[in-house]
């Protein structure tokens, strides 16, 4: 059972820099998250998609894009990275409604110099 | 209105000791309140929820006192073990809308 799966797990990028963080769930789940989680900080909600073709902004937007064009695919997007965006980020699946279990992947550590 | 506030931030108990994790909301509109269990390296887990219609919910050692009209839930992890150390979110939830986490707990349980 894969479940969630995020790739790269460990990223190192420039300032200025652009990536895309992968994230794939084989569970058919409908919703999907992406969050960021910085030391005292808990898990702050980056975008969200409620569906293949939706998607909308969470807590902390700003600097990030995203795409939903396939139930199983939700990346991530930084378009200039800043040292700012250092973090752990997870990306999440849920089966239905957002008051379901979620299902996190493993992460994937960027670090912006 | 949308905050859970989480505490302590950290904690250190003895094995075998009941550490407690602390959690307090302000949306009465919210209707479910799990707890995620995060292992270093790991991507966080659900460990245990609850609803608001009933007190309290056992899951093994572990035990989520619901308290609705002071607006707060706490998580009990009886008998401790080290294997237990990790960090702990609360969260909170209405229908159709986003997961709100607390800030987590460090846990660390001393052999």
């Known amino acids: 059972n894969a479940g969630v799966t995020q790739t790269p797990k460990f990223q190192v990028l420039k300032t200025g820099q652009s990536m895309t963080l992968q994230c794939a769930q084989d569970m058919n789940h409908e919703y999907m998250s992406w969050y960021r989680q910085d030391p005292g900080m808990g898990l702050r909600l980056i975008h969200y998609?409620?569906?293949?073709?939706?998607?909308d902004q969470g807590e902390v937007p700003n600097g990030y894009n995203v795409s939903r064009s396939t139930t199983e695919d939700f990346p991530l997007r930084l378009l200039s990275a800043a040292p700012s965006q250092t973090s752990v980020y997870f990306c999440?699946?849920?089966?239905?409604?957002?008051?379901?279990?979620?299902?996190f992947g493993q992460g994937t550590r960027l670090t912006v110099v | 209105q949308q905050q859970v506030k989480q505490s302590p931030q950290s904690l250190i108990v003895q094995k075998g000791g009941i550490p407690i994790i602390n959690c307090a909301y302000e949306n009465t509109a919210f209707d479910y309140f799990p707890w995620y269990q995060q292992f270093p390296g790991k991507g966080p887990a659900l460990l245990i929820a609850?609803?608001?219609?009933?007190s309290e919910k056992k899951e093994g050692r572990f035990t989520i006192s619901f308290n609705k009209s002071a607006k707060q839930f706490s998580l009990h992890i009886m008998d401790s073990q080290p294997g237990d150390s990790a960090t702990y979110f609360c969260?909170?939830?209405?229908?159709?809308?986003?997961?709100?986490f607390g800030k987590g707990t460090r846990l660390h349980i001393l052999p």
């Open positions: 969260a909170a939830s209405r229908a159709d809308d986003k997961i709100i």
């Open positions: 998609s409620v569906g293949a073709g939706i998607t």
């Open positions: 609850i609803r608001p219609d009933v």
């Open positions: 999440a699946s849920s089966r239905d409604r957002m008051v379901t279990e979620a299902f």
